[in-house]
């Protein structure tokens, strides 16, 4: 048996856990991260869009700041997230691109004069601001009012995570890849590291650590179709769910994303849109502005999601060989374009359909894409339930999502947390909770108890067929808990997902190989995909209303008064799962509810929603520049890290 | 009428004593728009369960799934079976530590090469980050960024007859890395220092131009060109050094 | 992977093994002009025999001259060979690697490259013979010395073969070379390839073409005047001067 000791186990090696890793380890700790793939290959690299910030360098984002960036992003999250979070990220978004910028990545820059832009699908020209030459732009995305997603061309994951990927190897951080955190070792509430599996070799091994941090991504692929990396599998999240102390938050806010191609459901980027692609339906007509006059196809992904399928219910649809579909349109932009700042969306194209976008239409139909839920943490990125366990990046609810996540804002979120994650972690381990003694007992205990496990299933002769189990789970999840929900599908789902998992206790292997064994892996993460689809669709069934990616056609309005509150889900190690709530305070809010500007209007007030927003509005009359009044309103800069408090410049707004 | 494939693919389990490298036959339905993606999951789901192979986003992005198709390297999750005869053979990846079947160690391959060639931005001093960003020219962005798309699929090591030869030999992909940040200003190394890491035969000056990298990259990075370019740099600055 | 120790030399190899490469190369398409004057006639290459011996510089025949020249093409030849050497497959692990590498890749730029070898790896031999003959009597070199040599003294089989290796190799070579350093360049470098390819094996067609009538034209004179063998040529108006 193996153990292994270090300061800060960092489960995860995408964006968020590398950016953690390197603030640990600037702050003199010892991390190591642990990934089950090569950390480059993480599901980060398949970004391709862009990562937002208020730089205001470029002519269509002139004047933009935090303060718009924040506005944005909490319509986009329905008014779902935590709006002091939202503060801190929108904050930091700024810095974490320039530090980017600094290690390596090759944002893309403006150019000086006049250039063309399709923007609604006609060409229009822009003049560069002046003295922006060489600074980093920006494209439309989605949901924002000014142009703020920097780029690198449409590779922007991969130049991200390559960047931090080598700054990780230039600070000489540990990774172990290919290797799988099975289980968390904790003393009751206090988390200690996690035991290990060496996917090569299949041994096991503890890792203790006085903090651990999980960055494992979402959990897309317990949907059959999902533009997801298939790694993504809620297996973080479900590890954090087996200690039954730590609570998962909006595991039911799950993002569809309006342009995957059929059938892979691989995803082309809302670049495609930004740049001024437009969709169309069979009779070659562009439908999207007579629902959303306003932003049209750049209204937020649920939205424009949501409206797909209600124009293909309407029997607007063009029928495939895989069912229906609607069209991107890209031709619009021209080949040089394309060529050039959409090259992987040709070769998506080109490879899985066989089309040259620069002349086809793309088949397009809304899809799995991204977990606005995750493990509940506060501010800090520490569960408020179990200590030593922090979370950050996707698999996180942090909660800077709510129930929609804005196009762009969810690698700038992986860096920004990692950032201050890796701050407030430091933190804690040099504080007297962090320095404690590992126990060396415990995690024995745990190992035997996971060992115990995959001995057993290694002889397991039971008549279920793991892969005919999930599959079943991917089909419950597709059909039941899918972009539009109602009652009794989501009832039906719980009762389907309820029985896949008392079938997965008795399971059949037929390889008994203990070492590389994808059999293995497979039966061993299904009881934990599982309990994570069952939060889903709990959470779906319990919640009646309709909020962001959360679409219920028997409660299709948004209803604060009752569900202005987080979804906390929780499995005590005996018993069942729990539902829990924790209310959003509306008399905190910077930005009080109200309609988000696209989508339908069809909201129940919340009782303190009139006030607070009275309150906002005489504020807003009385402040003498931005700065005093969002101070007054929601003060959270002394909740950072001292290094990163200082306000961001700006062409417009320089820094003496 | 669809086709019957024939796949055959190598089995071997190093860890297992018991096992032994082989070909093994499957057979397969051909489905339209079936990749190899596809086909290695429905032989996996039913008939080899514990058959070894490695995808991550199965959009030929992340570069894990480099095998040998018919005995040429190619990302198997954009490799349609349309494209292919009827007997398919599929071999691991060549040059790399086997882990079991198809699936080879290339990460721990990569790593290496990084901390081997220090690839990353060295820099003179940590940026200032709530200040304006340095400005970059577009163009330059634009051209890093292109030397910025190795996936490190590994597919140039198993195309280049060299890398059979030498196991140390940097490879394309090595090459092609020093050439992306000796472009970066950024990055304030000299050649003097470039040399030090690829300026021998392992390295830069180890490559015989047969141009498999060049003709298998999946991303069509220009290799050929690169390599040039960085032969010429560094034989400069090793005929100036005295 | 080992750590490096940068050594100015290897940048220097590469250097002399390609301009040596690159000198050979050419020199053996003066060579073969000066040997195809034969098709001109015998004059015209008695002409060129005597020019090499400083017959117009000095005003009379100095052959050790030749066996100078011979000299150092043999030196050079020799600096190449050696730093060629290197290159080698160094093992039979190395060799067999390679070689299955080749079958599997099916690329016909990897094929080149055992043929380069191969070609080098003969050359060894048949042009040591070659050069030996010409060092020791430099002075029978003339329209029916080296007919005598090249038909009655039995070299021709030597040199049809070594024919095919020069211009095989030194061909490949170039090629090679104008991809290794990255130039010339026509635009785009698929483009280029596809120029260098073309230019390659027209010159090749070109270059054996020539040879095969030279040495033709050689061994015709060879029989014609096997009868009288040992026999100088001696231009006609030059009788009385000797
Ligand atoms: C196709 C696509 C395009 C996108 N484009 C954009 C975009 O343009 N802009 C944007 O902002 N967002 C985009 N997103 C979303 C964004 O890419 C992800 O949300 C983000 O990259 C997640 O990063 P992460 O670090 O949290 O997790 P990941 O990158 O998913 O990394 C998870 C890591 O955890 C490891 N891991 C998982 N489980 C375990 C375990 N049990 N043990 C050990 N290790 C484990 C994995 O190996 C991996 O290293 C896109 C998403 C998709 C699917
Ligand atoms: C006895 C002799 C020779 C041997 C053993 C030999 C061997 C080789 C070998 C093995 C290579 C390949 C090196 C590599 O891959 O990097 C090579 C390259 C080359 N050879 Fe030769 N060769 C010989 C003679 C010649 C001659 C006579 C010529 C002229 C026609 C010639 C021209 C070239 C050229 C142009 C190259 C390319 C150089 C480079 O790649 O840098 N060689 N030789
Ligand atoms: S250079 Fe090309 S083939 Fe080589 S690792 Fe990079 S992407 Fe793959
Ligand atoms: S040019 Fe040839 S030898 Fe050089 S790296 Fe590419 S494949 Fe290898
Ligand atoms: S699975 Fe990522 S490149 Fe093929």
Not at chain 1, 385 to 407: I, M, S, V, Y
Not at chain 1, 548 to 577: C, I, V
Request: hydrophobic share 40%.
């Amino acid at each position: 048996m193996k153990l292994l000791y270090t300061d800060v186990l960092i489960i995860g090696g995408g964006l968020a856990g590398l950016r953690t890793a390197i603030g640990v380890k600037r702050r003199g700790l010892d991390p190591l991260i642990l990934s089950l793939v090569p950390p480059k290959r993480s599901h980060s690299v398949a970004a391709q869009g862009g990562m937002q910030a208020s730089l205001g360098n470029c002519a269509k984002s002139e004047g933009d700041n935090e303060d718009i960036h924040f506005a944005d992003t909490v319509r986009g999250s329905d008014w779902g997230c935590d709006q002091l979070v939202a503060r801190m990220f929108t904050h930091m978004a700024p810095k974490a691109v320039r530090e980017l910028a600094a290690w390596g990545v090759p944002w893309s820059r403006v150019r000086a004069g006049v250039h063309e832009a399709v923007i609604h699908g006609e060409r229009v020209r822009i003049q560069a601001l002046e003295g922006a030459q060489g600074l980093i732009t920006a494209r439309d995305f989605g949901g924002t009012k000014k142009w703020r997603t920097c780029y690198t061309a449409d590779g922007t994951g991969h130049a991200m995570l390559y960047t931090l990927g080598d700054r990780a190897v230039a600070e000489s951080i540990p990774v172990h890849d290919r290797r799988e955190a099975l289980a968390l070792i904790h003393e009751g509430e206090r988390c200690q590291g996690a035991i290990v599996r060496n996917l090569m070799t299949g041994e096991l091994s503890a890792y203790l650590a006085r903090a651990t941090v999980i960055a494992t991504g979402g959990y897309g692929h317990l949907y059959a179709v999902s533009t997801n990396a298939i790694i993504n599998e809620g297996l973080g999240q479900a590890i954090a769910l087996e200690t039954g102390v730590a609570q998962l938050g909006n595991l039911e806010a799950v993002q569809f994303h309006p342009t995957a191609i059929v059938p892979a459901g691989i995803l082309v980027t809302e670049g495609c849109r930004g740049d001024g692609g437009v969709l169309r339906d069979v009779d070659g007509y562009r439908f999207m502005p007579d629902y959303e006059p306003e932003k049209a196809e750049l209204a937020s992904r649920d939205v424009v999601s949501r409206r797909m399928v209600e124009h293909m219910r309407k029997g607007k649809g063009v029928k495939g060989r895989f069912g229906e579909h609607l069209w991107l349109d890209i031709t619009v932009l021209g080949r040089a374009h394309i060529e050039k700042h959409l090259r992987e969306v040709k070769e998506i194209c080109q490879y899985f359909l066989g089309i040259d976008p620069a002349v086809d239409y793309i088949p397009v139909r809304p899809t799995q894409h991204y977990s606005m839920g995750g493990i509940r943490t506060d501010y800090r990125g520490e569960s408020p339930t179990l200590r030593g366990l922090f979370a950050c990046g996707e698999a996180a609810c942090w909660d800077l999502h709510g129930f929609n996540r804005l196009g762009g804002n969810s690698v700038a979120e992986t860096v920004v947390s990692g950032m201050l994650v890796s701050e407030y972690v430091a933190d804690f381990c040099t504080s007297p909770e962090g320095d404690i003694q590992l126990s060396s007992a415990l995690a024995r205990e745990f190992l035997q108890r996971e060992q115990a496990k995959l001995s057993r299933l290694l002889a397991a002769t039971g008549e279920e067929n793991p892969v005919a189990l999930r599959q079943q789970m991917e089909h419950i999840m597709m059909e039941r808990v899918g972009l539009f929900r109602n009652g009794a599908e989501l009832q039906t789902a719980v009762d389907e997902l309820r029985i896949l998992l008392q079938r997965a206790e008795n399971l059949g292997l037929r390889s008994r190989q203990p070492a590389a064994n994808p059999e293995l892996v497979l039966a061993y993460r299904l009881p934990k995909m599982l309990k994570i689809a069952l939060g889903v669709a709990l959470g779906a069934l319990a919640r009646t209303e309709s909020r962001g990616a959360h679409f219920r056609e028997d409660y299709p309005e948004r209803n604060d008064r009752d569900w202005l509150k987080r979804t906390l889900y929780r499995w005590p190690e005996s018993g069942e799962p729990q539902l829990d709530y924790e209310p959003l305070d509306v008399k905190q809010m910077e930005l009080p509810p109200g309609f988000r500007g696209y989508g339908t209007k069809n909201i129940v007030e919340h009782p303190d929603t009139k006030a607070r927003q009275a309150e906002v509005a005489q504020a807003q009359q009385r402040a003498p520049d931005r700065f005093a009044l969002q101070e007054q309103l929601m003060p959270f800069r002394h909740l950072l890290p001292e290094r990163y408090r200082k306000p961001n410049e700006r062409l417009h707004e320089p820094l003496p | 009428m669809n086709r019957t494939l024939r796949f055959q693919i190598f089995r071997h389990h190093p860890l297992d004593p018991q096992s032994q490298p082989r070909l093994e036959t499957y057979r397969l339905e051909e489905s339209p728009g079936m990749t190899l993606f596809i086909a290695l999951n429905l032989i996996r789901a039913e008939q080899a369960p514990d058959l070894n192979f490695d995808f991550v986003c199965r959009a030929g992005v992340c570069g894990s799934c480099a095998m040998l198709i018919n005995g040429r390297p190619g990302l198997a999750c954009r490799t349609l079976t349309a494209s292919l005869p009827e007997t398919i053979t599929l071999l691991p990846l060549p040059n790399f530590e086997l882990i079991a079947d198809l699936s080879v160690n290339t990460g721990k391959w990569m790593r290496a090469l990084s901390e081997r060639l220090e690839t990353w931005v060295h820099l003179n001093e940590e940026p200032d980050i709530d200040r304006l960003e340095a400005p970059m020219d577009a163009d330059l962005a634009e051209q890093i960024y292109e030397l910025d798309r190795c996936i490190e699929c590994g597919c140039c090591l198993a195309a280049c007859g060299t890398a059979q030869m030498r196991k140390d030999f940097v490879g394309a992909v090595g090459i092609h890395k020093i050439a992306r940040f000796r472009a970066d200003p950024r990055d304030c190394r000299d050649d003097a220092a470039y040399y030090e890491v690829i300026g021998d035969e392992d390295g830069v000056f180890g490559c015989m131009s047969l141009l498999g990298c060049q003709d298998f990259c999946p991303k069509n990075l220009s290799l050929q060109t690169q390599i040039a370019f960085i032969r010429r740099k560094l034989a400069r600055q090793g005929w100036k050094k005295t | 992977m080992k750590p490096l120790i940068a050594s100015p030399w290897s940048a220097r190899f590469d250097l002399l093994q390609s301009l040596s490469g690159l000198f050979l190369a050419l020199f053996m398409w003066l060579h073969m002009a000066f040997v195809s004057s034969i098709l001109w006639g015998e004059k015209a290459f008695w002409t060129v025999a005597r020019f090499f011996e400083g017959y117009f510089f000095f005003g009379r025949s100095l052959p050790w001259l030749v066996s100078l020249f011979v000299a150092c093409i043999a030196a050079l030849i020799a600096v190449h060979a050696l730093l060629a050497l290197r290159k080698f497959p160094a093992s039979w692990q190395q060799y067999r690697a390679f070689w299955e590498h080749r079958q599997r890749l099916a690329h016909l730029d990897t094929n080149l490259w055992p043929l380069q070898v191969a070609t080098g790896f003969l050359m060894f031999f048949l042009a040591s013979v070659h050069l030996y003959d010409l060092f020791i009597a430099p002075e029978q070199i003339g329209p029916y010395g080296s007919a005598d040599l090249v038909w009655t003294g039995r070299t021709w089989p030597l040199l049809l073969l070594l024919l095919f290796c020069v211009e095989v190799h030194g061909l490949i070579g170039l090629y090679r070379l104008a991809l290794k350093w990255g130039w010339p360049s026509f635009g785009d470098p698929q483009r280029t390839r596809r120029i260098l390819r073309r230019l390659l094996w027209v010159l090749l067609v070109f270059f054996l073409a020539m040879g095969l009538l030279t040495l033709g034209t050689f061994i015709s004179l060879g029989i014609e005047h096997a009868p009288r063998a040992g026999e100088p040529y001696v231009p006609s108006g030059m009788q009385e001067a000797l």
